[in-house]
Nanobody, 120 residues
Framework: QVQLVESGGGLVQAGGSLRLSCGAS????????MGWYRQAPGKQRDLVAG???????IYADSVKGRFTISRDNAKKTVYLQMSSLKPEDTAVYYC??????????????WGQGTQVTVSS
């Protein structure tokens, strides 16, 4: 059973930056697509950013130009660099590992989530 462990969340002021990391325990990390999703209180979980095994990326419109997803296959880690953070970015952020890049569907393996809180 693959394990995904997120880190890097925390409290930051609006306009600040954070970098989330997600480490995977499996041996086929490089063959999988990876994504970051977030869920704010009372809302559904939505895609923030995704990256294919080939390095192609996709972003939610609300984070384009502010967030960057990247991966290091040697370290089996995916990152989410978040800049110019806004209070509306406050949510629990989840790492996701999947084979198929149908980003709008909930499947694959999930991390436990890490809280990001942006104060105004």
């Amino acid at each position: 059973q693959v394990q995904l462990v997120e880190s890097g969340g925390g409290l930051v002021q609006a306009g600040g930056s954070l970098r989330l990391s997600c480490g995977a325990s499996d041996s086929i990390f490089s063959s999988m697509a990876m994504g970051w999703y977030r869920q704010a209180p009372g809302k559904q979980r939505d895609l923030v950013a995704g990256i294919t095994r080939g390095g192609s990326t996709i972003y939610a419109d609300s984070v384009k130009g502010r967030f960057t997803i990247s991966r290091d296959n040697a370290k089996k880690t995916v990152y989410l660099q978040m800049s110019s953070l806004k209070p509306e970015d406050t949510a629990v952020y989840y790492c996701n590992r999947r084979l198929i890049t149908d980003w709008g569907n909930e499947h694959g393996h999930w991390g436990q989530g890490t809280q990001v809180t942006v104060s105004s």
